[in-house]
């Protein structure tokens, strides 16, 4: 049973460009949901969270936005920089257990 | 302020062997987590310690055990290593208090193979 599904795995955006990334979710439970950034042989940077009763919770060029009735959060990253291409992992919290999808790999093009 | 630190960074291993993974949180933090990367899927939580015992485990069999010490540094365990034990081993330690953002802080994990 697949908690937390991201259907693409990869996705190619032009520098300057907007990256979304989607994910989407079954486990009703989560209290929290996190994307996680991962260069190769390096360990997951956190990036930015939402609680579960928010909507819209923005960093900087980082923005989530969760849509609970449709269990699907998503990614902005505006504008895309090259330093962005990495593998994004989506995340759902239940008991400071963190549930991860498989990843999207951004490849920003300069 | 170091970070979570987490030794070996690679090693080899045969089928039916043992192997210890070792982990030393973030300053200040006194909860450790254990998650598994196997290639191309996202990580797996395995356990979790605090104040030296396991809280939660994921589904992952007994050959999986783990500990941690009065430092709250941590080690995961297998036994009787299968081929499918290959995978990236990531700790992962959370600040004391209540869980604000959910954020967990990760080492660059341990990659095992099983030959």
């Known amino acids: 049973d697949q908690q937390v599904k991201q259907n693409s795995p990869s996705l190619s955006v032009q520098e300057g460009r907007i990256s979304i990334l989607n994910c989407d979710y079954t486990?009703?439970?989560?209290?929290?949901f996190l994307w996680y950034k991962k260069y190769p042989a390096e360990g997951p940077t956190f990036l930015i969270s939402?609680?579960?009763?928010?909507d819209k919770n923005e960093d900087g060029r980082f923005t989530v936005f969760l849509n609970k009735s449709a269990k699907h959060l998503s990614l902005h990253i505006v504008p895309s920089q090259p330093g962005d291409s990495a593998v994004y992992f989506c995340?759902?919290?239940?008991?400071?257990?963190?549930?991860f999808g498989t990843g999207t790999r951004l490849t920003i093009i300069p | 302020d170091a970070g979570v630190t987490q030794s070996p960074t690679h090693l080899i291993k045969t089928r039916g062997q043992q192997v210890t993974l070792r982990c030393s949180p973030k300053?200040?933090?006194?909860?450790v987590s254990w998650y598994q990367q196997a290639l191309g899927q996202g990580p797996q939580f395995i356990f979790q310690?605090?104040?030296?015992?396991?809280?939660q485990r994921g589904n992952f069999p007994d050959r999986f055990s783990g500990h941690q010490f009065p430092n709250y540094s941590s080690e995961l365990n297998v036994n009787a290593l299968l081929l499918g034990d290959s995978a990236l081993y990531l700790c992962a330690s959370i600040p004391g208090g209540p869980f604000g953002t959910g954020e967990l802080f990760f080492g660059e994990g341990s990659r095992l193979t099983v030959l």
């Open positions: 300053s200040g933090h006194d909860t």
């Open positions: 310690y605090y104040e030296e015992e396991e809280r």
């Open positions: 995340a759902g919290t239940e008991d400071e257990k963190l549930t």
């Open positions: 939402i609680s579960s009763i928010k």
């Open positions: 486990n009703s439970m989560f209290d929290y």
